[in-house]
């Protein structure tokens, strides 16, 4: 295998002026679930090679970037984030010359391809957990994980009353080699994925070469898992308060968003600027406010933030509006592209949370009206490629592909599904495999079957249904990144120009451009903006006004 380097860049960096400039700042980037999108070797679960058969289709969809989720060698506890090995490739997804290949292969195409990196915690299958656990308390190898006496007269209690994010204390009890109840260890998620502590110098090492290995490999980024977690608050103090998920995202917490974090990321930084090629590194940082997740892209640290906030926002067009507004505001200080994104691995796909009622939240077990749901879905879609900065698209969803709620329990995978008290557990719906072909196994997703069910009918939403048929959302999709590549007014940018408009819509100018979005369940008639570029449903102006649709987004040249 041999190693190389990413393809060359087409932008330029300035950030001592405190400008920054780069092919990231305007990107629409395309995230691929490689258990879920294509299998190459017909086992039913997808692979690296069914992906890197499918980068021509992707060229195709104008995407300029690629975000792989985890395939490195795991358990699979929860879907490849509990990494036993950073360096190797769980055999399920392939090998490292199956990732060459692919990288080698996206570079050919023009595409770029990020990796996720999953740096808060491991597998408890990792050697140095096995180590640690094997070789019982005092072992040098437990300061690199949160080890911790437990509390109460035998050390029965856990050390702190932190709650995993999946649910049930974020503490397990260990037992030692002589078979006698031992300390207990840190899982801020599932038990099997034991947090780092990242004061321990020997992780801060590891990572930096983990980040070496898979540049040299010619990677073009990373996504960082949980980015906001690594660094927990001095002494683990306790919380003092239950139904802790009921606080993520109102607050700073002792074991997320901690001003530490920085520290590490502007090491990192400087690694990335060593390579050619604008490297970057994106952070998924879920903190109280875009001001904070701000802090993350300065220009010493990360590259990109995932703007959660606007994935999180009902459709409705006062509430969009504010968090535009507040995303460009926050990002603009610190030079950073704001992004924008409506769906990806873990929450319910945009189709269907519009379908249904808002302030139901993001994971929902309801289909909802699916007309309703694509119709403000496609509408959604335009918003967000119209706005400056950067966006990302989650697999299928350029098909208008809705959330599977009616998968059977016995079917699930999701390991909060199976802890009371977590997330919803309901996140195997959002990665139900793609349909590609309108018949056949899997619906063309490998000729053996697929590791979630499909549902029937799945295949008139395929690739193969949508693709040259006038009016589909793939169809809507090419279209509307092709626009978005050659208008000069979009793309890359730090503001909006907002334009006066009925209540229920939004009406925003950039050079040569306007976008108008009806987020009413009624038709509203409107002066003609322009010329029509694009639109969600079909249009027809009248003389000097236009009726624009519910729930329809049009672009207009001016």
């Known amino acids: 295998m041999t190693q190389h380097l990413a393809a060359p860049s087409t932008g330029t960096s300035d950030e001592a002026a405190g400008h920054r400039t780069g092919w990231w700042q305007d990107a629409v980037i395309y995230q691929v679930y490689p258990r879920s999108f294509a299998d190459g070797n017909g086992d039913g679960m997808g692979d690296l090679a069914g992906v890197r058969g499918r980068l021509p289709y992707l060229k195709e969809l104008g995407v300029d970037a690629v975000w792989l989720s985890p395939f490195y060698a795991s358990p699979q506890a929860d879907a490849g984030y509990d990494v036993a090995d950073y360096r190797a490739i769980d055999p399920m997804f392939g090998s490292l010359l199956d990732a060459d290949a692919l990288i080698r292969d996206a570079h050919d195409l023009g595409l770029r391809i990020i990796v996720d990196l999953v740096p808060n915690h491991s597998s408890d299958q990792h050697e140095w957990f096995k180590r640690a656990l094997a070789e019982g308390p005092g072992s040098a190898l437990r300061d690199r994980y949160h080890f911790r006496p437990g509390k109460g007269a035998d050390g029965e209690l856990p050390p702190n009353d932190w709650e995993s994010i999946f649910g049930g204390p974020a503490w397990t009890r260990t037992v030692n080699p002589d078979g006698t109840p031992g300390e207990w260890y840190l899982h801020l998620f599932a038990p099997e994925q034991p947090d780092f502590n990242w004061e321990h110098p020997a992780v801060a090492d590891e990572f930096r070469s983990i ?13 960082v898992d949980v980015a906001h977690g690594l660094v927990k608050a001095e002494g683990l103090p306790d919380l003092g308060t239950h139904d802790q ?5 109102n607050d700073v917490m002792p074991f997320f968003d901690q001003d530490g974090v920085h520290e590490i990321y502007r090491s990192w930084r400087t690694i990335l600027d060593e390579y050619p090629g604008d490297r970057i590194a994106v952070a998924e940082a879920w903190t109280p406010t875009v001001e904070r997740t701000a802090n993350y892209v300065r220009p010493d640290e990360m590259h990109q933030a995932f703007n959660f906030q606007y994935l999180a926002t009902a459709w409705d067009a006062a509430a969009l509006r504010e968090v535009i507004d507040t995303s460009l505001d926050a990002m603009r200080p610190v030079g950073a592209p704001t992004t924008w994104v409506l769906s990806n691995h873990d929450v319910t796909r945009h189709a269907t949370r519009f379908a249904n009622p808002a302030g139901l939240g993001t994971q929902i077990r309801t289909p909802g009206d699916r007309e309703l749901g694509l119709r403000r879905a496609r509408a959604a879609s335009l918003l967000m490629l119209a706005l400056p900065g950067s966006a990302y698209v989650y697999q299928g969803e350029e098909l208008g592909l809705p959330d599977i709620t009616d998968l059977p329990d016995e079917a699930r995978q999701d390991p909060s599904f ?4 977590g997330q919803d557990g309901f996140r195997d719906g959002c990665r139900v495999p793609i349909p590609w072909t309108r018949e056949g196994s899997s ?16 295949g008139e939403l395929s690739v193969e249904a949508q693709a040259g048929a006038a009016g589909s959302t793939l169809e809507l999709y090419r279209a ?20 006066d408009a009925p209540a229920g819509l939004l009406s925003f100018a950039r050079p040569g451009f306007v976008c108008t979005v009806n987020t009413t369940g009624a038709p509203v008639r409107i002066p003609v903006q322009g010329t029509v570029l694009l639109s969600s449903a079909p249009v027809e102006t009248d003389g000097d006004t236009v009726e624009l649709p519910a729930d329809t987004t049009v672009w207009w040249t001016v």
């Open 211 to 223: 980040l070496r290995f898979w540049l040299d490999m010619g990677v073009d980024g990373f996504r």
């Open 245 to 249: 998920l009921k606080l993520l995202g």
């Open 480 to 499: 509307a990144i092709a626009a978005r590549r050659a208008h000069p007014g979009l793309g890359a940018g730090t503001d909006v120009r907002w334009l």
């Open 418 to 421: 199976f802890r009371a008290d």
């Open 443 to 458: 619906y063309g997703f490998g000729a053996g079957g697929s590791w979630l069910p499909q549902p029937t009918g799945w």
